[in-house]
């Protein structure tokens, strides 16, 4: 394992997209001005469109300037980012032009890192394209963007076009959630800390929940989202990489494939929704009309470019269990939605009361403990705990609180690094792990896909919830059900 940054060429196909221009070079332009990159890194911006490098330079500085924070821009560190760009104009789909990324490199010897910041469905052919071009050696890698594929089918389809051309080792498939500070924390609070290793599992967890939820509607991406949803959207990527983090076992050490191993023996271990348990442990909804943030939004169906017969889904909740002598009978409630009250991903970990109980009967409720794990809009970390309410007059009366470690008031000099900052230097350093590996999105389809055939055997409609709320209310009754309740203390 390689722990010192290596001077790479990077080669970005998707230069002028959306997350090109909103992420990765905020995120580049971070690791340059903290010292992180390699002095003879440089970066190719690869696109359809025909510009040139000083225009191209140009579009990247305009998006810098909106993105970073004055405070962390200067001239100095700006111009020598930009230098680092060039600019090639090439077509995907077609070997006439992949010669120019050959004429860029000039036979350097640095490993080449490919960006694929474009459709999946794109990712085949740009791979084929860059052996055909001998754009390509043995310690050349790339990195492509989940989700991949629409499902399982189309998942084994594009990785085997990509791992016709690169080894499984050469492969990174980016998830960004795995590159939050508070995820990559899981493991040190998680595995580091006997207070919490010695109480992970069924004997003192009573359930977990996992929200993500979201204030935005489709935000332009109809004809995308409308041919997947929000289980495919964001459960097969981002939901189950959270659970995998939260219910997988201590791996041996830190590699890569010691850490993918226990996710994956999780994603193995997942009990499948379908049967009778389509009616009772997922709610499947759509929003219609409402208020977001004190803003009046119209409803899915009535989205620019809207097909107004759709049945796709933009909320789900779900019950699950992990089938292990870890988790045996501990449920795991997931939801995530669009125009949501707030934006917020959030994993509450929910400890079982003590046995015996010896304070007031009518505060019973209170007497367990919650670690709550927030990814955002703010990182932190807090466990909810009781104490004795202060007062003369309180008697021995409860009162529940937390023990906070908010990150950005633990480290106020610290700057968070945004996911993307960390993902990109953990390919330069070639570690994976962080990373997804392929069994790990083939079993994660494989779950998603049987939920899908069971609603589409049954003709489950999504139920309607108004946009500004939490979802619909039988996502409520689905927990409630089982004397639980989700939390919703923000």
């Given at each position: ?142 990195v492509v963007e989940k989700p991949i594929g629409y499902d399982l089918d189309t998942s084994i389809e594009i990785n085997d076009a990509i791992g016709a051309v690169f080894d499984e080792s050469s492969i990174y498939r980016i998830d960004h959630y795995l590159g939050k500070e508070t995820v990559q924390n899981l493991l040190a609070l998680r595995f580091a800390n006997p207070l919490f290793g010695d109480q992970w599992n069924q004997s003192k ?286």
């Open positions: 394992m390689t722990e010192e940054t290596q001077a790479v060429d990077l080669a970005l196909f998707g230069a002028l997209g959306d997350l090109a221009l909103r992420k990765l070079y905020v995120a580049l332009y971070h690791l340059d001005r903290e010292g992180l990159l390699a002095d003879e890194t440089r970066i190719l911006g690869l696109a359809r469109q025909d510009y040139e490098p000083d225009a191209f330079r140009a579009r990247v500085r305009d998006a810098l300037e909106h993105r970073v924070d004055a405070s962390e821009r200067t001239e100095e560190s700006m111009v020598r980012f930009l230098e680092r760009l060039d600019y090639a104009q090439v077509d995907f789909t077609t070997l006439e032009g992949y010669s120019r990324i050959t004429d860029w490199r000039d036979g350097r010897e640095v490993p080449m890192v490919i960006y694929l910041s474009v459709p999946a469905s794109l990712y085949g052919d740009i791979c084929k394209h860059l052996s055909g071009a001998n754009c390509l050696d043995d310690r050349s890698r790339v967890i009573s359930h977990v929940e996992i929200t993500v939820a979201e204030t935005v509607g489709i935000e332009g991406r109809w004809g995308y989202f409308d041919q997947a949803g929000q289980l495919r959207d964001m459960v097969q990527n981002h939901l189950m990489q959270l659970l995998c983090m939260i219910a997988m076992d201590p791996p041996s050490n830190l590699d890569s494939d010691s850490i993918r191993d226990e996710k994956v023996k999780v994603l193995k271990a997942l009990r499948p929704i379908e049967g009778d348990m389509l009616d009772t442990d997922v709610v499947r909804g759509q929003y219609v009309s409402g208020a977001v943030n004190g803003k009046q939004v119209p409803g899915y169906l009535e989205e620019e470019d809207a097909n107004t017969e759709s049945r796709t889904e933009t909320f789900v909740a779900f019950k699950t269990e992990v089938s292990n002598w870890r988790w045996a009978g501990v449920p795991f409630y997931l939801r995530t939605g669009k125009r949501m009250p707030q934006k917020l991903s959030q994993i509450v970990i929910h400890f079982r009361p003590q046995s015996h109980y010896i304070f007031d009967p009518d505060q019973r409720s209170l007497a367990s403990n919650k670690l709550v794990i927030k990814l955002q809009p703010e990182e932190g970390i807090s466990l909810q705990v009781l104490t004795k309410d202060s007062g003369l007059d309180k008697g021995m009366r409860l009162r529940q609180g937390p023990l906070n470690l908010d990150f950005h008031t633990a480290f106020p000099q610290a700057r968070i690094p945004d996911a993307y900052e960390r993902l990109l230097l953990e390919v330069m350093k070639g570690q994976q792990y962080l990373f997804v590996r392929r069994d790990e999105v083939e079993y994660a389809w494989r779950w998603v896909d049987t939920l899908i055939e069971g609603w589409e055997k049954r003709g489950v409609a999504p139920k309607r919830y108004p946009a500004g709320s939490w979802g619909p209310v039988s996502s409520i009754a689905m927990i409630t059900k089982d004397g639980y309740s989700w939390y919703e203390d923000y």
